[in-house]
């Protein structure tokens, strides 16, 4: 003998697939609910988080830098000292980035493109900035080219100064920025394969014209985007350049050293100005490096999109 179940009459009167998808759609509903509150929650976090250490710090620096007035900022900003600062910072950023800029290309080239004996070990040494310490690297160049360093003697024979001067600042910087650019193009040669300079070989096409009319126009976003980091860094190194700069006003101090010097001589103010002026600098970085991010992520799809339809 067969049971029926009763059916309700509003049951009854809706389509079998939307009588039956009710319970499964509320179950899939109640199952999504605890993770809306756990993206919501987590989001929350994150937001406090970066309000309290990063929002609130960076606000901080420019309502200090005008708490005296605008008077107080423009001579702060304006004092020899400080445009000496700028200077060495800029010279220092002028010269190391395009110096990281061969390398890395030519890094990321060769890594990318060509096998060869030795490759691990580049990629090793590319990777060294990020694993030893700023101030340890400093610490190695007055080792090398101090007075009392293995080349200090014949350097000092040569009239060449190296630590305690403008090359010891620009070689620190040198060093802890160079993986930046490497970095950022390894990854996409890498993705892009080497089918595009293998067709351009084969037409006729000699080894720098594959380089400039194809590899480079591939990559050049994120050759922007591996520039602007490294300008970052260049402009903002404190440990090392701190090791061999000396800290000579008007000379040899970059300005984060320049910071550094006015904070400890409670010249608040004036420290507070300068630092301004770096973090401007900073978010103007940041600006051009989302704006090259946007451009990177549409041209990964515009090659992915095109990988698929061939």
Not at 77 to 95: E, F, G, K, W, Y
Not at 123 to 147: C, E, K, N, Q, R
Not at 264 to 292: D, H, M, R
Request: net charge neutral; charged share 10%.
């Amino acid at each position: 003998m067969s049971s029926v179940l009763p059916v309700s009459p509003a049951a009854a009167s809706l389509p079998l697939g939307t009588a039956l998808g009710q319970p499964a759609a509320r179950r899939r509903k109640a199952a999504n609910a605890p993770s809306r509150w756990v993206n919501a929650a987590l989001a929350g976090l994150a937001l406090l988080f970066l309000t309290l250490f990063l929002f609130v710090p960076l606000v901080s620096v420019f309502v200090q830098a005008f708490a005296k007035g605008v008077d107080v900022y423009l001579e702060a900003i304006s004092h020899p000292d400080a445009l000496a600062a700028v200077q060495l910072t800029l010279i220092a950023a002028a010269i190391s980035v395009p110096l990281n800029l061969v390398f890395g290309v030519s890094a990321a080239w060769a890594i990318a493109k060509f096998e060869f004996r030795g490759k691990s070990v580049l990629l090793t040494l590319i990777d060294l900035p990020f694993s030893v310490s700023p101030v340890i690297a400093g610490l190695i160049y007055v080792l090398v080219f101090g007075l009392q360093g293995w080349l200090g003697p014949w350097l000092q024979d040569q009239d060449l100064k190296i630590i305690f001067a403008v090359p010891g600042i620009v070689l620190a910087t040198v060093f802890v920025t160079f993986p930046f650019v490497a970095r950022e193009l390894i990854p996409l040669m890498q993705a892009q394969g080497r089918d595009q300079e293998e067709a351009a070989l084969v037409l006729g096409a000699s080894g720098w014209q594959t380089f400039w009319h194809v590899t480079v126009p591939n990559v050049k976003w994120a050759l922007l985007y591996g520039v602007i980091l490294c300008n970052a860094r260049a402009m903002g190194e404190f440990g090392a350049v701190s090791v061999v700069s000396g800290h000579i006003r008007g000379l040899t101090n970059t300005m984060p050293l320049h910071i550094e010097i006015l904070y400890n001589e409670y010249q608040f103010a004036a420290a507070f100005a300068v630092a301004s002026l770096l973090a401007g600098l900073a978010l103007v970085t940041l600006v051009l490096k989302a704006l090259v991010e946007r451009r990177v992520r549409a041209q990964l799809r515009e090659q992915q999109a095109e990988g698929a339809a061939a």
